[in-house]
């Protein structure tokens, strides 16, 4: 079955930088990579979404990379505000498969 | 639109109890999953349903969980005997047609088992 890991497990950035989380994944057979923004006592929450024929997709502070041949994607999040402090899961899916496969998870902390 | 409903949002029972969780998902949503999340890790499913038959439950520890969905819409998961390690947060998600379009979550039943 597909492994996705996910680095780094905590990050603590200044208001106003930048913070990029990375996963890798194992199957060459996924091709949906979801990010889910978890807030306490909240369910996970889509904040942005990619799929395999797209290298990098936009949505103003947000932005994800694909790499298929290298099997990572990565999410990069600029001018880092306090309440972009959360945790931070990345999945993947297969087309068809329904059920994603999540990471470990990033607990953001942005300093004011 | 209305978001996925759970109820509860907490629940301790002592181990060999039994408990239920109750799922309501987004309205016209085909699709409804349960996840289990141990404290400090991702979700892992559970249990995937479409319309009221079971696509995926081989993740399910079927000798103590069980789950249901009747008439396609409501579903209800259920432990029975608990054990310590059942203390998670119980996810339920619904989606449209296929995951390609994102899930939706509810905000989750913390079950303790002490």
């Known amino acids: 079955g597909e492994n996705v890991e996910q680095h780094p497990s905590t990050l603590s950035v200044q208001e106003g930088d930048s913070a990029v989380i990375k996963c890798t994944y194992s199957?060459?057979?996924?091709?949906?990579f979801p990010w889910y923004k978890q807030e306490l006592g909240k369910g996970p929450q889509l904040i942005i979404d990619?799929?395999?024929?797209?290298g990098e997709k936009k949505d103003q502070r947000i932005a994800v990379t694909l790499n298929k041949t290298a099997k990572h994607f990565s999410l990069h999040i600029t001018e880092t505000q306090p309440e972009d402090s959360a945790v931070y899961f990345c999945?993947?899916?297969?087309?068809?498969?329904?059920?994603?496969?999540f990471g470990t998870g990033t607990r953001l902390t942005v300093i004011p | 639109e209305a978001g996925v409903a759970q109820s509860p949002r907490y629940k301790i029972i002592e181990k060999r109890q039994s408990v239920a969780f109750w799922c309501n998902p987004i309205?016209?949503?085909?699709?409804l999953y349960w996840y289990q999340q141990i404290l400090g890790q991702g979700p892992k499913l559970l249990i995937q349903?479409?319309?009221?038959?079971?696509?995926?439950d081989s993740q399910l520890p079927k000798d103590r969980f069980s789950a249901e969905r009747l008439k396609g819409v409501d579903s209800t998961l259920k432990i029975q005997p608990a054990k310590l390690e059942d203390s998670a947060v119980y996810l339920c998600?619904?989606?449209?047609?296929?995951?390609?379009?994102?899930?939706?979550f509810g905000s989750g039943t913390r079950l303790t088992v002490v």
């Open positions: 998600a619904s989606s449209a047609i296929q995951v390609l379009t994102g899930y939706t």
């Open positions: 199957d060459s057979a996924s091709n949906y």
């Open positions: 990619i799929r395999s024929n797209v």
């Open positions: 999945a993947a899916s297969q087309t068809g498969a329904n059920n994603l496969f």
């Open positions: 309205s016209g949503h085909a699709t």
């Open positions: 349903f479409q319309n009221n038959g079971v696509v995926d």
